[in-house]
């Protein structure tokens, strides 16, 4: 099970990227004016940086690194695994629905991601250190 919590740790953290790549390129506002001379109706579109600055990128990747933790810390220190999935899981959750008006949904599939993979700790056998489960009961 600890492959899967990790798997889902990696999903969650791609889900994050994808999310922040499309926040900060895709156009999010559109504008339509017109002016009383001509009667031609212009339209734009801005990004999400354009209209709210340069903040956005540190708070877009400033979750999306949240997001990453549980993964890194799978392949660095994995007794440390299920309590940052929980603690980053139910803060990312906290995060997309405080901010579901605005961005905040775009990040509900890594949320969800990372909920499954701190469910999937819970079903994680702990072992002794060096040990492991390979080659056993084959006598």
């Not at 798997?7 to 994808?18: D, F, K, R, T």
Request: hydrophobic letters at 60%.
């Amino acid at each position: 099970m600890r492959r899967v919590a990790t798997a889902l740790s990696l999903v969650a953290v791609l889900c994050a990227g994808a999310a922040s790549a499309y926040l900060l390129t895709a156009p999010m506002y559109g504008t339509a004016s017109s002016s009383s001379e001509s009667g031609e109706l212009v339209m734009s579109n801005s990004t999400i940086v354009e209209v709210d600055g340069p903040w956005v990128i540190m708070l877009v990747a400033f979750v999306t690194m949240v997001a990453g933790a549980p993964f890194v810390l799978a392949l660095v220190a994995p007794s440390a695994q299920r309590a940052i999935t929980w603690l980053t899981a139910v803060l990312l959750l906290a995060f997309s629905v405080v901010a579901g008006f605005s961005i905040g949904l775009f990040f509900m599939p890594s949320a969800l991601a990372l909920l499954a993979a701190a469910i999937a700790t819970v079903f994680v056998k702990h072992e002794p250190e060096g040990s492991s489960s390979r080659g056993r009961g084959a006598h």
